[in-house]
């Protein structure tokens, strides 16, 4: 197996379910990715060991799944220079505003892009969408699912007669 260029992370096992569209996504655009669970609060030193080792390893682009508090992916933020994409997941309380306020909210130099509550597809899109801007074999094959979603998006109306 290749070397992963994508680090998917998630806070608790809770968020496997809605992260794992994100594993399937890289999959099938042939990304070697990784998946693991290290929560932020819980253990914070598995967390520093992780992002100390993710650019030696050759990880490229970081995603973090977390709901709640949402720290996971704000942690991972400043703890690399890498690019990091924050999942909100969906809470039982707020239903993810909460998760969505806290990663979109960073502070001025610990730039987080957010995607949609439960927007795992998206985070894994935007991941290689980073890795095709030095890869041409992926741009292509990235915007040939472009094209064909957007034929997709369009239909035929057709007029009532009478």
């Given at each position: 197996?290749?070397?992963?260029?994508?680090?998917?992370?998630?806070?608790?096992r809770?968020?496997?379910?809605?992260?794992?569209?994100?594993?399937?996504?890289?999959?099938k655009?042939?990304?070697?990715?990784?998946?693991?669970?290290?929560?932020?609060?819980?253990?914070?030193?598995?967390l520093?060991?992780?992002?100390?080792?993710?650019?030696?390893?050759?990880?490229?682009?970081?995603?973090?799944?977390?709901?709640?508090?949402?720290?996971?992916?704000?942690?991972m933020?400043?703890?690399?220079?890498?690019?990091?994409i924050?999942?909100?997941i969906?809470?039982?309380s707020?239903?993810?505003?909460d998760?969505?306020?806290?990663?979109?909210?960073?502070?001025?130099?610990?730039?987080?892009?957010?995607?949609?509550?439960?927007?795992a597809?998206?985070?894994?899109?935007?991941a290689?969408?980073?890795?095709?801007?030095?890869?041409?074999?992926?741009?292509?094959?990235l915007?040939?699912?472009?094209?064909?979603?957007?034929?997709?998006?369009?239909g035929?109306?057709?007029r009532?007669?009478?």
């Amino acid at each position: 197996m290749k070397k992963p260029l994508v680090g998917i992370l998630m806070g608790s096992r809770s968020d496997l379910e809605t992260m794992r569209e994100c594993s399937r996504v890289l999959g099938k655009l042939g990304i070697p990715h990784e998946m693991r669970v290290i929560s932020a609060h819980r253990a914070p030193d598995a967390l520093f060991e992780y992002m100390r080792k993710a650019r030696p390893r050759g990880l490229q682009v970081l995603i973090g799944g977390a709901g709640g508090a949402a720290a996971l992916p704000g942690m991972m933020a400043a703890l690399t220079a890498l690019p990091v994409i924050g999942v909100p997941i969906e809470s039982r309380s707020l239903k993810g505003l909460d998760s969505l306020l806290s990663i979109a909210q960073m502070p001025s130099g610990v730039p987080v892009a957010a995607v949609a509550i439960n927007g795992a597809k998206n985070a894994a899109l935007l991941a290689a969408r980073i890795l095709a801007l030095s890869r041409p074999e992926l741009a292509a094959k990235l915007e040939r699912g472009r094209r064909k979603a957007a034929a997709e998006g369009v239909g035929i109306v057709r007029r009532a007669s009478g």
